[in-house]
C-alpha cells in the first residue's frame, strides 16, 4: 500500500523545493496523542507531508524563477488553479487511505487480477491528472519567453536538487524526473 500511495504521488508530479521535516525521534513521548503519532508515522515509517501543504511553496519557486510577467498571469493563474485543486484532492486521497488502513485490520491481501485491477484505476486517473496539468501548462509555456523556457525546461521537470532527486541518473521509470 505505501508503495502505490508514494507512486501516486510520483504520478501525480507533485514535486516541491521545501525540504521534509524530519521527525526528531522515532518513538513518540508517552504522552503523545495517537494523532500527533499518525501525523509523523504511518506503519512504522515516517510519514512526509501532504501535497496540500507544499504546492503554495512549490508555486511560489516556479513563479519566482520564472519571472512570470502581468501579460502571462492569466496562463500562470490557470496552471496555479490546477495545481492548487490537484494538491487539495491527493490531500483527500491520502487522508481516505489513511483511515481505511487504520480501520482495516484484517490486512485482506489482493489476488493478482485485483491488484492489475486497482494498478489499472490508478493508471487512469493518473493519466486524467496529467492530462489536465497539460491543458494548462501548454498556453502557460507557449507565453514564455526563451530564455523563460530554458527555466521551465528545468523547474517542471525538476524534483529537487541540481538535477532531480536522483542526481540526474533517471528514475525507475526511466525519465530524468518529472513536474
Known sequence: MNKLM????????FATAVPMTMA?????????????HAKRFHHGKQAFSLPGERVEARLAYIKTALKITDAQQ???????????????????RIQSH??????N?????????????RRQAFMAA???????????????YAA??????????????????KHGANGGKGDRYGGHGRA
Open 98 to 103: 489513511r483511515e481505511k488502513m487504520a480501520a
Open 24 to 36: 526528531q525521534t522515532a518513538n513518540p513521548s508517552p504522552g503523545a496523542s495517537q494523532g500527533q
Open 126 to 140: 493518473a493519466s486524467t491528472r496529467i492530462g489536465e496539468r497539460l491543458t494548462v501548462q501548454k498556453p502557460l
Open 74 to 92: 492569466t496562463q500562470w493563474d490557470a496552471y496555479a488553479g490546477v495545481m492548487r485543486r490537484q494538491a487539495k484532492e491527493a490531500d483527500a
Open 6 to 13: 508514494m507512486s501516486a504521488l510520483i504520478a501525480a508530479g
Open 105 to 117: 485490520t484484517e490486512h485482506k491481501h489482493l489476488t493478482a487480477i485485483e491488484r492489475l485491477e
Open 144 to 161: 514564455l519567453s526563451p530564455e523563460q523556457r530554458q527555466i521551465a525546461d528545468k523547474v517542471f521537470a525538476s524534483r529537487g536538487g
